[in-house]
């Protein structure tokens, strides 16, 4: 039944990683597991207490792969900007026509995540995972708070470009 449980999940879930239980002639070497790292890696046991145990199975072997963040990563090519609000995230910069806004946090990241996706609808739980964060606790009626807020520092010629879908959520339309 674990089996099948297992399978359920992979199949819910594509391309998440899992751990299976393996017998003891199984474990590879881990010399031979270093040369697949890439540069940098480090290697480490998981702790016992992070592995599942499985009633009248072995031990499971766990290991994790460290890699180290790239310091030298290329700066993602600026595109052009698809209507009148720019934003420049290296600076927390939102720009509207030649005018930077004055923006919260909050406000900066709503912002950047509608201008980024245009033309999709968000929903307000989408936009809270997003922007608040799974920890948040709240509910959509912060999302408008927030969009008022941003409509507002817009400007009356731009506030429209941030578009209400009724009973849905939020599109940023250029």
């Known amino acids: 039944m674990a089996h099948t449980q297992t399978a359920s999940l992979t199949a819910v879930r594509p391309g998440r990683h899992r751990l299976r239980a393996v017998d003891p002639d199984e474990v590879v070497d881990l010399s ?3 040369d697949f790292l ?8 998981a702790p016992p207490h992070a592995l599942p145990v499985l009633p009248g199975r072995p031990p499971m072997v766990g290991y994790l792969v460290l890699v180290p963040a790239d310091p030298q990563a290329p700066e ?5 900007p698809a209507g009148p609000v720019t934003i420049d995230s290296a600076q927390r910069i939102a720009v509207v026509d030649g005018r930077a806004m004055d923006l919260t946090y909050l406000e900066f990241e709503l912002l950047a995540h509608l201008v980024a996706h245009p033309h999709r609808v968000h929903t307000r739980d989408q936009l809270v995972t997003t922007v608040w964060g799974y920890g ?3 509910d959509g009626r912060t999302v408008d708070v927030h969009v008022a807020r941003l ?3 817009l400007g009356a010629e731009h506030r429209h470009t941030i578009q209400t879908v009724r009973r849905v959520g939020y ?4």
């Open 32 to 34: 031979r597991v270093a």
């Open 38 to 45: 890439p540069p940098g890696a480090t290697l480490l046991p």
């Open 76 to 80: 993602p090519a600026a595109a052009e």
């Open 136 to 138: 948040h606790v709240g």
């Open 151 to 153: 409509r507002r520092k």
């Open 171 to 174: 599109k940023y339309t250029p």
